[in-house]
């Protein structure tokens, strides 16, 4: 071969690529269109006379591989959270001011944010390992994605091969794949043209062709790509800012956003909302909202996240698109906690781009406040450009023919009652108790509403994962009286289901087969199925990564859950409720005997092992007057909780510095025979549990065995699931990865593994087969 050949190769690569970056990314196109076209010609015809010297990265290859049978899952390594939103200045403003009593010593007013649009589109993630694009993959539900690598490698303004020099080993780009207004009209012209549907908006159009099948198509659509932020980064720093971080990725070959500005303070960040508030028509894109971020990496840190969001950043939606229609009908509808809620039946009508015929009316007082009533004219908004709710009457329209709406007295599925429920706030002056905004339905589960609903909810992939059991099938088995609780479900025959419409053999097999599949499951999952009020998945994470034993969640009192991350009183109180009433209880009881195991971590999280100071516990017990400081004033006088319970006015007037208010408010505590048995008892759980301040001297700590590595899971095992795997790797200490690095410390590979297997093989890694892991699993405790 001739090496001016493959030096001329070379050249046109890079040629091409720089010209491919300064029309996509930098809009600067420096030839036209015939010179770029002739480049491309000339290395495309020297490839195909040397295909040995066809490389993944050339410009050639963005399309040409053949269509797939569907999406591969990735789990991100780290989450890709959603943000909180904003919808008004107050909001804002209220955002930073929870900045400023986090971070006591930033003048908030200096305190810089990056700002830029937030894009209507899908959000991605690209990894780059030695600077080479390896994979693309969707958000999904932020924990796990799809992997469309092949589809983002038709996107022209994607480089396959990072310019420049000095990105890290491995680099996660995220960013926001949209369709630009123009590309868009085009589209749906070409569509009309050939008598095709076309697409509502650009978000729909360019989600639908991200997640097609055949990239060729994909690579047809005039898609977009611009990045907002990073994830994984290792082997190389960025920069210490939000904003310098992007500005080097564009460096490297990345759209950034141009409208990006860094400002000062709330204010700052309010007269950029004003700019492209009236700019946002003339965008060459759809986007919904801003989205501010503080730019020191290092307060971001500082400042951490809540379960599903950072604390350093947020949305700032823009107000949503308005249309005018009748509410010809208000309908009640039952969910599966019992809420009886208002739904509006409107007359259609097109409102941010989709047609809407229904819309939230939230709750009574909702309604009372708006005065809406059946036959109105209303201003109908989709809220957060999601849900569509009504913001307004039209009172100039009305006729005098409009009709109040009305509360049924009784469930319109069942008959039983329809209660208001109350709210009970708790503090260290006792408990108030006021009207709630929801009505609910007595019947629980004799209401049919409630059963199907909470059914659904039991069955759904993201709870115990029952394939087969659809929202009809299960109508058909409460209708017919069959199932009358979860634990029914696993009491089913075939020949019961059989007996169902459009049951033959091969689905009542197959049905019976997953719901006994379902018998093992997750911990959290199964605390997720139960449909506990305000507890979702991440909730239901937290009590079984925290607790580790269902046992405990369902002893644990309320005043112990709210030491765990990010569950308030009122959630505590649910979860203790619910796990305290008979029925539930019932039914808990019921799936274990029909032997459904959920798989538990087993031991308390060790970060609250030993965790509960004395102070702690006193500052828990709600004492009027006694804040963090006096409950340490208290702890290092008495001690023990049983010294506390048996002190007197001579011995709490004796504490330097303990005032008279956090005295009275402690001996009518200590007066209140049912408050000393509650902190008896909650001090006995913190005993029980391992979380009292005596435990980390009884039980110290131990790291777990596979603390400080990284699986990886690939293939497909027959005994476990992935989630179980990973579960079960995880209660190990082990952090289970997506992908295969030099970090890697192990990979289990099952049936049909592909380029995991073969990376970590290059790399001299550890392999595991199933049997193997199983083997392991059972030596650490960890069996099926």
């Known amino acids: ?464 994962d029952i394939d087969g059991l659809g929202e009809k099938n299960i109508d058909q088995l409460v209708e017919r009286e069959m199932v009358a609780s979860p634990a029914d479900l696993y009491r089913l025959t075939k020949a019961q289901l059989l007996r169902l419409e459009g049951f033959a053999e091969l689905s009542s097999e197959n049905i019976v087969t997953a719901i006994d599949q379902s018998r093992t499951v997750t911990l959290d999952k199964f605390i997720y199925a139960l449909g506990i009020p305000e507890v979702g998945e991440e909730t239901a994470r937290v009590l079984s990564n925290s607790l580790g034993t269902l046992e405990r969640i369902r002893k644990a009192l309320p005043e112990l859950l709210t030491w765990l991350p990010d569950i308030g009183l009122e959630v505590a109180h649910e979860i203790h409720n619910f796990m305290q009433d008979e029925h539930n209880a019932s039914v808990i009881n019921a799936l274990l005997e029909l032997n459904v195991k959920p798989i538990e971590p087993g031991e308390l999280a060790a970060q609250l092992q030993g965790s509960v100071t004395f102070a702690d516990l006193i500052d828990k017990l709600n004492i009027a007057g006694v804040a963090k400081t006096g409950a340490t004033l208290l702890a290092d006088q008495f001690q023990t909780l049983e010294a506390l319970l048996n002190a007197d006015e001579a011995a709490l007037s004796a504490i330097p510095r303990f005032g008279s208010r956090a005295r009275n408010g402690l001996l009518e505590r200590l007066a209140d025979q049912l408050w000393c048995e509650r902190a008896i008892a909650l001090e006995q759980q913190l005993r029980d549990f391992g979380m009292h301040w005596e435990s980390a001297v009884e039980r110290p700590k131990q790291s777990l065995p596979l603390e400080g590595e990284t699986w990886v899971l690939t293939g497909t095992l027959e005994q476990l699931t992935r989630d179980d795997a990973k579960a079960k790797l995880q209660a190990l200490g082990a952090k289970v990865a997506g992908s295969v690095s030099a970090k890697t410390t192990a990979v289990v590979a099952g049936e049909k593994a592909g380029s995991k297997l073969a990376k970590a093989e290059q790399l001299g890694i550890r392999v595991l087969n199933e049997a193997q892991l199983l083997e392991l699993l059972a030596s650490e405790g960890q069996a099926l």
């Open 1 to 464: 071969m001739n090496t001016s050949v493959s030096e001329r190769i070379l050249a046109l690569r890079e040629q091409i690529d720089s010209h491919n970056h300064r029309y996509y990314v930098l809009d600067e196109p420096s030839i036209p269109d015939a010179e770029y076209d002739r480049l491309f010609r000339e290395l495309k015809a020297l490839e195909e006379a040397h295909p040995e010297l066809v490389t993944s990265d050339s410009p050639t290859q963005r399309v040409g591989a053949k269509p797939i049978g569907g999406f591969a899952e990735v789990s991100h390594e780290l989450p890709m959270l959603s943000l909180d939103n904003a919808f008004s200045a107050e909001e804002l403003r209220a955002f930073v001011k929870r900045i400023g009593d986090r971070l006591k010593d930033v003048d908030t007013t200096r305190l810089t944010f990056a700002c830029e649009p937030k894009l209507d589109g899908l959000a991605i993630s690209l990894l780059y390992e030695n600077g080479l694009l390896v994979r693309g993959a969707t958000r999904g539900d932020g924990y796990t994605g799809e992997d469309i690598t092949l589809n983002v490698r038709t996107i022209a303004n994607i480089p396959l091969k990072l310019m420049g020099s000095g990105w890290p080993q491995r680099l996660e780009v995220r960013g926001e794949v949209y369709m630009p207004k123009a590309g868009f009209e085009a589209l749906n012209e070409d569509a009309r043209a050939r008598d095709e549907k076309t697409f509502v908006n650009p978000r729909n159009a360019a989600a639908g062709s991200l997640r097609q099948l055949d990239p060729s198509i994909t690579a047809k659509r005039p898609l977009e790509f611009c990045c907002y932020s990073t994830g994984v980064v290792e082997g190389g720093s960025l920069p210490d800012s939000h904003s310098e971080s992007l500005k080097q990725l564009r460096e490297w070959g990345l759209k950034i956003n141009p409208e990006m500005r860094v400002v000062e303070g709330a204010e700052g960040c309010l007269e950029y909302y004003r700019q492209m508030e009236q700019k946002r028509g003339s965008l060459p894109y759809d986007i919904d909202g801003l989205v501010f971020k503080v730019d020191d990496r290092g307060l971001q840190q500082l400042l951490g996240f809540v379960a599903r969001a950072p604390r350093w950043a947020i949305a700032h939606k823009f107000p949503a698109q308005e249309e005018i229609t009748r509410l010809n009908d208000v309908e009640f509808q039952v969910g599966r906690t019992g809420a009886v809620t208002p739904v509006a039946r409107l007359e259609p009508v097109f409102v941010g781009g989709v047609t809407v015929s229904n819309a939230t009316l939230h709750n009574m007082d909702e309604i009372a406040r708006l005065d809406v009533r059946i036959g109105d004219y209303v201003m109908v908004r989709r809220a957060g450009d999601v849900i569509p709710q009504i913001v307004k009457v039209v009172t100039e329209k009305r006729s005098g023919d409009e009709r109040p709406v009305e509360l049924p007295d009784h469930c319109p599925v069942c008959g039983s009652e329809v209660e208001r429920t109350q709210l009970v706030k708790r503090g260290k002056s006792g408990q108030q108790v006021s009207q709630g905004a929801i009505y609910r339905c007595v019947g629980r589960l004799a209401c049919q509403a409630q059963l199907k609903q909470a059914l659904i909810h039991f069955v759904s992939r993201k709870a115990m």
